[in-house]
Each structure stands twice: as C-alpha cells, then as structure tokens.
C-alpha cells in the first residue's frame, strides 16, 4: 500500500499511533526491538506492504535531528527486518527501541479522491451526523482489531467515518450499527 490510508473506509500510513502528523511529515513505522547480533531492527510498518517503508528515502526520527538510510532485509508478520545506516551492532540497534520512522509528507504519493493519509485526518474536528461536536482527532491506533480513532469525546471505530471535508478541517462519524443495536437493546 505505499505509504497511503486504507481503502474502505481509511486510507493508511500508518496504523496505528499519535504520531503520524507533525510538521509536515508521515509516520511510516515505530521500531520494535532489535534482531540479531548485527544491528538489524524489526519495525513495524504502517505502510499497506511492509517493504514499502524504505520506498520513500531516507527516514527521519520523532525530532527530525537524526536521519537514516534503510534498506529491508526481510518482511514479517505486521512489519519488517530492516537496517539503518549507521546502525551496526545490536548495541546501537537496542537504544533505538520504540522510535518512530518519519518522512516528509511531499514524498508521498497523492492519493485518490476519498482517501487520505492517516496524518490527514489528526487535528481534524469531529461531529455526528447531526453536527453535534465530538472534540478533535488525537490520533489513530491499531491494536490489530482495526483502526481506532482517539477523539476527545472518546474512541471511534475508523468504520464509522461518513465524510472527511479537509478544506473545512472536519470529519463526520456515524454510530456503528452494532452499538445502535446494542443501545437499544438496553433500553428494554
């Protein structure tokens, strides 16, 4: 999936996390632990195919300060055996445990009308279908089950995303199906 949101109903860099929005860059994965004796990395990737993440050039980390050439080794389950310029020993490898993988957001490929980068959509406001306002966008996670959206008035699954209108700094949500039923299962 290159570095883009999900097809139906969010488009994806990144599944998960806060940190895919910040001066004009995209989160592409978070490393994840150290691999091996010679400085490799597992990483997870929040791009659709998990070599992709070494597509976009070099990465860059939470500051911007430091940046690495990549190059991937491997693919595993939910991201990638990769190695960073630099990195050469799992000594070196360890201390960059939990470190989120940037690039800038102009690297990107543009996407198709309806999809969006995940970056896209935090700081966004957040209303129901009637307009009522749910807070902003905090972030957007994944825990394996799914994208999720952190907003202020709380979590809501990415499925229940009606509309995005960028330009005007909003997104719509429907309430899911399921918790309709279940509401009103409740209510008897």
Not at 52 to 80: C, H, K, M, Q
Not at 129 to 155: H, P, Q, T
Request: glycine share 12%; net charge positive.
């Amino acid at each position: 999936m290159s570095a883009r949101a999900q097809r139906q109903p969010l488009p994806n860099p990144a599944r998960s996390s806060s940190d895919f929005r910040g001066a004009g860059r995209v989160c592409l994965g978070r490393i994840v632990g150290a691999k091996g004796l010679k400085g490799e990395l597992r990483v997870r990737a929040y791009t659709e195919r998990a070599r992709d993440i070494a597509a976009y050039g070099p990465v860059e980390d939470e500051t911007g300060r430091r940046s690495f050439a990549l190059s991937v080794v491997s693919e595993t389950e939910g991201g990638a055996i990769v190695r960073l310029k630099g990195v050469a020993d799992r000594t070196a490898a360890e201390k960059l445990k939990g470190m989120a993988l940037y690039v800038p957001r102009e690297r990107l490929p543009p996407l198709p009308e309806g999809e969006y980068y995940h970056g896209d959509l935090i700081g966004l406001d957040a209303v129901d279908e009637s307009g009522r306002g749910l807070g902003r966008v905090r972030a957007i996670r994944d825990y394996g089950a799914g994208a999720i959206l952190e907003i202020e008035d709380g979590l809501w699954p990415a499925g229940a995303i009606a509309a995005v209108d960028l330009r005007a700094g909003k997104i719509v949500l429907t309430q899911p199906a399921e918790l309709i039923a279940h509401n009103e299962k409740g209510k008897h």
